[in-house]
C-alpha cells in the first residue's frame, strides 16, 4: 500500500486537476479487485498507473489552469446544441422552412435597398475632395427655371473666376457620332470634352493618357479616349489599343488613353474626343448658346452661396446680353446632380423596406410563438429531468442560430443575383447611380447586414425562450395550470396579428398612392398622342455631302409613306420626353419688347413631323413644302410662349 500511495501522489503530479477522474477511476477498481493489501495488487497498480502516464506523456503536458480546459468544453457544449438543433429542425422541417424562407427573401431585398441607398448617399465619391465638386447650370428668370448646359462664355467666366473657383471642366452635350472603320456604320456617343475636365475631377486614365494642350486647338483635336465599357466591348480590354486609329464620321482619329471605369462624366458616353472651340464660340451674341456640360471645383473654404454670388457678379452681370436674358449662374453639388431626381424615390423605397422588415420580423415571431406553444410538453419534460433555464436558453438560441444563418446565407445569395440583375438592367435610375460607383455587397453592406441579423436574430428568438422559461413541470406533464400561459400566448399572437395588418395597410396605402401618382403622371395630356407611332433613328453613311443629307431628308418621308398602313412620316432632332434638345436665346421684334433676349428648348424638324406624333395646331400652319433651303426661315412656337410673350 506504500508503493501504490506514492504512486498515485506522483500520478496527481503528473496529471493535474484536469484528469482527476482517471484517479478516482483508479481508486475503484483497486479497491474492487484486491480488498485486502497483496503484492498482485501494488503489480497491478504499478503497471495501471504506468499506462497513465505513458498516456500523458503521448498527448502532451498538463494545462497550467483551468481556461483551456473550461474554453475547450464550452467550445465542445456548443458544437453538440448546434448539432442536435439541426437535428431536431430536419426532423420538423416545414416551420423552419417557412422561417428561413421569409428572413432569406426580406434580407435579400434590404440588402439590394441598402446597396442602392449606399451608392446614392453614404459611399464617398469617387473624386479627390468631391465635396468640392459643384455641377453648373444655366438659371433664367432669377434661377426659377434653368437648363443642365451652359455656353462657351459661361465657361470662360467660370474659368477665370479665379477668387472662388479652382478649376472648370466641360463636355458637349448629345453628341454622337458614326464610327465608320466598321464593315457598317455604328452610331457612338462621342461628346467632346475639355483638356482641364479629368483634372478638375481629380481622376487619372486607367490606360494612356487624357488630352493636353495642344489637342484643344482646332484643327488639331483628333484625339480619343475611350471610355472603360466601351474598352472593354469593343476591344476586349486589349493594352494595345492605346495608340490605334479610329474613324469617325470619315474622319481619322487616334486613341490616347482609356478612362477610368467610374466617375467619368456624362456616365453613357463611348469614347470622349478633344474639344477644341474656335474664337467665335465667345462671340457676344452668343451667351444663349448653351450646348456644354459642365462641372467646378471650388477653392478650399468657399460654399456654393458665395460661388454662386461671385459668379453671377463677376460673369453675367458684367455682359448686356446676359444681363438680357435674365441669365443667372446655377450650381449644385455634384453628388445632388448625380442622384437628381432619384433622391425622393430612393428614399421611399427605403421606408416600405423597412415596413417590410417589420412586417417579415413579426411574422417570424408569430410563428415561433405558436412553434412554442405545441412544444410545451417537450419543455415541460425537459424541466422535470433537471433541465436548468441556461440548458433551455442554449437549446433555443441554438435553433434560434442555425435558422438565422441559414436565413442569412439564402439571402447573400438573392441579395447579390439581384444586385446583379439590377447591374444589367436599363433602368436610367440605376444607370445614374453606377456613375457613383458599382452596385456590390461590399464590407459596409456585410457588417451593415451583420448587425441588422443580430438585432431580428434578438428579436425573434427572445418570445420561444420567454415561453421556454415560463413552463413548469407540472403543469406542462400534468395537463393542469396552462391556461394562464396559454392566454398570455393566445394574446400575444393576437397582438402580433393586428400589429401585421396594421403594417400591411400602411403598405398597401403607400403603393397605392405611389401607383395612382404613376398613373395620374403617365395617363395625363401629354400634348401628342403616342399610339400608333413608331420612332427610328437614321444613319447616314459617311461621306454623304450636305447637299445629299437634304436629299435624302427632304425624299425619305415620301417613299415611307407609300408603305401600307402608313399615314404621316415626318423627323426631329430630340423625341419628345426625351431631353431638352438645345437651347438657344431669341429677339422678338416689337417696339415693346425692345432688348429682350429670351432663351427657349428648341427643335429642329422634318415636314411631316406634327402630323406623324399628333400634335395640335391651335392657330396658323406647321412646316410644309414651303419651307425649304433659301426661303424665308419658318418657326412654330408654343402655347407657353404664346401666352407669355404674344398675349393679345
Known amino acids: 500500500m506504500i508503493l501504490s500511495r506514492a504512486l498515485r501522489l506522483l500520478l496527481e503530479r503528473l496529471l493535474g486537476p484536469g484528469d482527476a477522474h482517471h484517479l478516482g477511476d483508479l481508486d475503484e477498481e483497486f479497491a474492487r479487485r484486491f480488498p485486502a493489501p497483496s503484492f498482485h495488487a501494488e503489480l497491478w497498480y504499478f503497471r495501471e498507473v504506468g499506462s497513465l502516464v505513458a498516456a500523458r506523456l503521448r498527448n502532451g503536458p498538463p494545462p497550467s489552469s483551468g481556461t483551456s480546459l473550461r474554453r475547450s468544453s464550452m467550445i465542445d457544449s456548443i458544437r453538440s446544441e448546434l448539432q442536435l438543433a439541426v437535428r431536431r429542425l430536419r426532423r420538423a422541417p416545414m416551420v423552419p422552412a417557412v422561417i428561413v424562407g421569409t428572413l432569406g427573401v426580406t434580407l435579400s431585398v434590404v440588402l439590394v435597398m441598402f446597396a442602392v441607398v449606399d451608392v446614392a448617399f453614404l459611399r464617398p465619391l469617387p473624386y479627390h475632395d468631391a465635396d468640392r465638386l459643384v455641377r453648373l447650370h444655366t438659371g433664367f428668370d432669377g434661377g426659377s427655371s434653368s437648363v443642365d448646359a451652359i455656353s462657351p462664355l459661361n465657361l470662360r467666366g467660370v474659368e477665370e473666376a479665379n477668387a472662388v473657383i479652382e478649376g472648370a471642366g466641360a463636355w458637349s452635350m448629345g453628341e454622337t457620332v458614326l464610327r465608320t472603320d466598321g464593315r457598317d456604320p455604328v452610331r457612338v456617343d462621342a461628346p467632346r470634352a475639355s483638356v482641364s475636365l479629368l483634372p478638375v475631377l481629380g481622376l487619372t486614365p486607367e490606360r494612356g493618357r487624357w488630352f493636353v494642350e495642344e489637342e484643344g486647338v482646332p484643327g488639331q483635336d483628333r484625339a480619343v479616349v475611350l471610355s472603360h465599357g466601351y474598352w472593354t466591348r469593343a476591344y476586349g480590354a486589349d493594352p494595345e489599343a492605346v495608340g490605334r486609329s479610329i474613324e469617325l464620321d470619315g474622319a481619322e482619329y487616334r486613341i490616347v488613353g482609356v478612362a477610368p471605369a467610374s466617375g467619368m462624366v456624362p456616365r453613357d458616353a463611348d469614347m470622349w474626343r478633344a474639344l477644341a472651340l474656335g474664337p467665335e464660340w465667345y462671340d457676344q451674341d452668343r451667351w444663349g448658346w448653351q450646348f456644354l456640360g459642365a462641372v467646378a471645383r471650388l477653392r478650399p473654404g468657399i460654399d456654393v452661396d458665395v460661388a454662386k454670388t461671385e459668379l453671377d457678379r463677376g460673369i453675367v452681370a458684367t455682359s448686356s446680353r446676359a444681363a438680357e436674358n435674365g441669365q443667372v449662374q446655377v450650381l449644385e453639388s455634384l453628388r445632388g446632380d448625380l442622384v437628381g431626381e432619384v433622391r425622393s424615390g430612393l428614399l421611399i423605397l427605403a421606408a416600405a423596406v423597412l415596413l417590410l422588415l417589420a412586417m417579415a420580423c413579426l411574422n417570424i415571431v408569430g410563428v415561433l410563438v405558436a412553434r412554442a406553444e405545441t412544444r410545451r410538453r417537450e419543455f415541460g419534460m425537459r424541466r422535470a429531468l433537471g433541465a436548468g433555464g441556461t440548458s433551455l436558453v442554449r437549446l433555443v438560441a441554438a435553433e434560434t442560430v442555425v435558422m438565422s444563418v441559414l436565413g442569412a446565407a439564402l439571402g447573400f445569395g438573392l441579395a447579390t443575383a439581384g444586385l446583379a440583375l439590377l447591374e444589367r438592367s436599363e433602368i436610367d435610375a440605376i444607370a445614374r447611380l453606377s ?214
Open 435 to 648: 456613375a457613383l460607383g458599382p452596385l456590390t455587397i461590399d464590407h459596409r453592406v456585410v457588417l451593415t447586414a451583420l448587425a441588422l441579423l443580430t438585432g431580428v436574430t434578438a428579436v425573434f428568438g427572445t418570445a420561444p425562450l420567454v415561453t421556454a422559461l415560463g413552463i413548469q413541470p407540472a403543469g406542462a406533464l400534468g395537463g393542469f395550470s396552462t391556461r394562464g400561459s396559454t392566454v398570455r400566448a393566445s394574446r400575444l399572437r393576437g397582438v402580433l396579428v393586428v400589429a401585421q395588418i396594421g403594417l400591411t395597410k400602411v403598405l398597401l396605402l403607400s403603393v397605392a398612392t405611389a401607383t395612382g401618382a404613376y398613373r395620374a403622371t403617365t395617363s395625363g395630356e401629354l400634348g401628342f398622342r403616342p399610339q400608333g407611332v413608331v420612332a427610328l433613328g437614321v444613319e447616314l453613311p459617311a461621306g454623304v455631302s450636305r447637299d445629299e443629307a437634304f436629299a435624302f431628308y427632304r425624299d425619305a418621308p415620301e417613299l415611307l409613306t407609300e408603305i401600307s398602313g402608313v399615314e404621316a412620316v415626318g423627323g426631329v432632332q430630340t423625341l419628345p420626353l426625351e431631353g431638352i434638345g438645345w437651347s438657344a436665346s431669341f429677339t422678338i421684334e416689337s417696339p415693346d419688347r425692345p432688348d429682350q433676349r429670351p432663351g427657349a428648348n428648341m427643335r429642329p424638324t422634318v415636314p411631316g413631323y406634327f402630323q406623324a406624333v399628333g400634335i395640335p395646331v391651335v392657330e396658323g400652319r406647321v412646316f410644309d413644302e414651303r419651307d425649304v433651303d433659301g426661303a424665308t426661315p419658318a418657326v412654330v412656337i408654343d402655347e407657353a410662349v404664346a401666352e407669355i410673350y404674344f398675349p393679345d
